[in-house]
């Protein structure tokens, strides 16, 4: 259990790192991030409409 917390600090400890030495990366990277899961769940939800159409 502690190895989890660990991990979760190092994890914090690297996301802090990269948006300190690179903000643009990190947000590009981000908005990749938020676009990749919108197309996702616009998916899904055109799944949906259509078994309902």
Known sequence: M???RVLWW???VF???AV???PD???GFVRSV???LGTAV???ADFFDG???
């Open 42 to 44: 616009r998916s899904i």
């Open 34 to 36: 938020g676009e990749g």
């Open 10 to 12: 190092v994890l914090v």
């Open 20 to 22: 300190y030495r690179s």
């Open 2 to 4: 502690k190895w989890r």
């Open 15 to 17: 996301a802090v790192y």
């Open 51 to 53: 078994l309902l159409s």
């Open 25 to 27: 990366q990190a947000a």
